[in-house]
Antibody, heavy 119, light 107 residues
Framework: QVQLVQSGAEVKKPGSSVKVSCKASGGTFSTYTFSWVRQAPGQGLEWMGKIIPIFDTTYYAQKFQGRVTITADKSTSTAYMELRSLRSDDTAVYYC????????????WGQGTLVTVSS | DIQLTQSPSFLSASVGDRVTITCRASQAISSYLAWYQQKPGQAPKLLIYAASTLQSGVPSRFSGSGSGTEFTLTISRLQPEDFATYYCQQLYTNPLTFGGGTKVEIK
């Protein structure tokens, strides 16, 4: 079972950037796909994008194109999500999740990272 | 993007009730659908994948069915620990969209 541990909560100013990390253990990092999902306060789940480390391939939801970058460091088994030009409506809990290689469901999740955007 | 519409968005039920949640996709997604349970302050937990396959460790009172555009999650006998919000997610194509969620509360 893959364990995902995310970095701690962040408070950011509007217009700045945030980079959240997700360290994986218990599996072969580069063979997995990692997605990022966010949840604004009291709202539902929103898929942002994903990375396939073995191919260094990324996919982003149209809504976040140009503002988000997902990367992976295979040497440390860590995935990252950077979101730029932060706005107040980016305040949310950000989750990383591992995707199953066959049926693509998210079978392991990080604990979540609260990002608060406030002046 | 594929839109997923869950219904109802809210339901009130009693312990022991049979509960059914529906998820409709805006286009056919074969069986590429997963269901998650989320409790307040926790990450989502995978319940069902490939529309009807129970994730290891998930109680057998949970079941999923459907293919194409219409899917259901059924809880056969609701237990106190099942009061939570449930989400469907399509895994057919990027972006991997979620339904709006169904909150199951105690009657």
């Amino acid at each position: 079972q893959v364990q995902l541990v995310q970095s701690g909560a962040e408070v950011k100013k509007p217009g700045s950037s945030v980079k959240v990390s997700c360290k994986a253990s218990g599996g072969t990092f580069s063979t997995y796909t990692f997605s990022w999902v966010r949840q604004a306060p009291g709202q539902g789940l929103e898929w942002m994008g994903k990375i396939i480390p073995i191919f260094d391939t990324t996919y982003y939801a149209q809504k976040f194109q140009g503002r988000v970058t997902i990367t992976a460091d295979k040497s440390t088994s860590t995935a990252y999500m950077e979101l730029r030009s932060l706005r107040s409506d980016d305040t949310a809990v950000y989750y990383c999740a591992k995707e199953d290689n066959i049926s693509y469901q998210h079978d392991s999740w990080g604990q979540g990272t609260l990002v608060t955007v406030s002046s | 993007d594929i839109q997923l519409t869950q219904s109802p968005s809210f339901l009130s039920a009693s312990v022991g009730d049979r509960v059914t949640i529906t998820c409709r996709a805006s286009q056919a997604i074969s069986s590429y659908l997963a269901w998650y349970q989320q409790k307040p302050g926790q990450a989502p937990k995978l319940l069902i994948y490939a529309a009807s396959t129970l994730q290891s460790g998930v109680p057998s009172r949970f079941s999923g069915s459907g293919s194409g555009t219409e899917f259901t999650l059924t809880i056969s006998r609701l237990q106190p620990e099942d009061f939570a919000t449930y989400y469907c997610q399509q895994l057919y194509t990027n972006p991997l969209t979620f339904g709006g969620g169904t909150k199951v509360e105690i009657k």
